[in-house]
C-alpha cells in the first residue's frame, strides 16, 4: 500500500510541474510575441519578419540572440525548400534552353547561399568574448552574401523570354526567400548592435 502512495505522490508531483511548466510558457508568450514584434519593426520586411518568427515564440522569448538564429534557421529551411522546388520544376517537360540555364544558376546561387546561410548559424554558437566582433563581422558578411547570391537568381528570370507559370513560381519563391534573408540580416545587425 504504501509502494503505491509514494508512486502517486510523485505521479501527481510530475503532473504539477508538468502544468506549472505550461502556465508559465503561456504566460511569457504575450511578451514573447511583443519582443518579436518590435524588434520586427527594424526590418525591411515586418510582416514577414513576425509571421515567420512569432511561431517560435517560446523558444525565442526575448533573446536577441536567439531571435537572430532563429531568423537564420527559418531562412535556410526556406532557401533549401526553394532549392528542392526548382530542381522538380527543372525536370518538367516544355522549358526553353534559357529557362533550364536559368534554372541551373539559381539553384547554384542558391547552394551557395545555403552554405553562407549554415556557415553564419554555426557561428552564431560560438559567439563569445574577445573574439565576438570578428565572428559577427563574418556572420554579417555571409548572411550579406546569401542575399546577393538570392538577387543574382532572381535577376536570371527578368524579361519576357520566360514562361509565365516558371517564372511567377521562381520569383515568387525567391522574392520571398530575399526578404527572410533580408530580415535575419537586420536582425543579426540589430543584435551585433547590442554588443558594439
Not at 31 to 59: G, M
Not at 61 to 78: D, E, G
Not at 96 to 115: I, N
Not at 132 to 143: A, R
Amino acid at each position: 500500500m504504501e509502494g503505491s502512495s509514494s508512486k502517486l505522490f510523485v505521479t501527481s508531483l510530475l503532473m504539477l510541474l508538468a502544468i506549472s511548466s505550461s502556465l508559465v510558457a503561456m504566460a511569457s508568450w504575450p511578451l514573447s510575441t511583443e519582443f518579436i514584434k518590435t524588434s520586427c519593426r527594424s526590418t525591411i520586411y515586418p510582416r514577414l519578419c513576425f509571421s515567420s518568427l512569432s511561431v517560435h515564440a517560446n523558444l525565442i522569448q526575448t533573446s536577441p540572440r536567439i531571435l537572430a538564429s532563429t531568423a537564420l534557421n527559418v531562412t535556410l529551411k526556406s532557401v533549401r525548400s526553394t532549392c528542392s522546388v526548382m530542381v522538380e520544376l527543372s525536370k518538367s517537360r516544355g522549358m526553353s534552353h534559357r529557362e533550364l540555364g536559368a534554372m541551373k544558376d539559381c539553384v547554384e546561387v542558391l547552394g551557395d547561399a545555403v552554405d553562407q546561410l549554415q556557415r553564419s548559424i554555426g557561428e552564431m554558437g560560438k559567439l563569445k568574448g574577445s573574439n565576438f566582433q570578428m565572428f559577427m563581422s563574418d556572420i554579417q558578411t555571409w548572411v550579406s552574401a546569401a542575399l546577393t547570391n538570392e538577387d543574382t537568381c532572381t535577376e536570371g528570370f527578368a524579361g519576357n523570354a520566360m514562361n509565365g507559370k516558371v517564372k511567377t513560381i521562381v520569383r515568387g519563391r525567391i522574392v520571398n526567400v530575399a526578404q527572410l534573408t533580408s530580415n535575419a540580416l537586420a536582425l543579426v545587425n540589430q543584435f551585433a548592435s547590442l554588443h558594439a
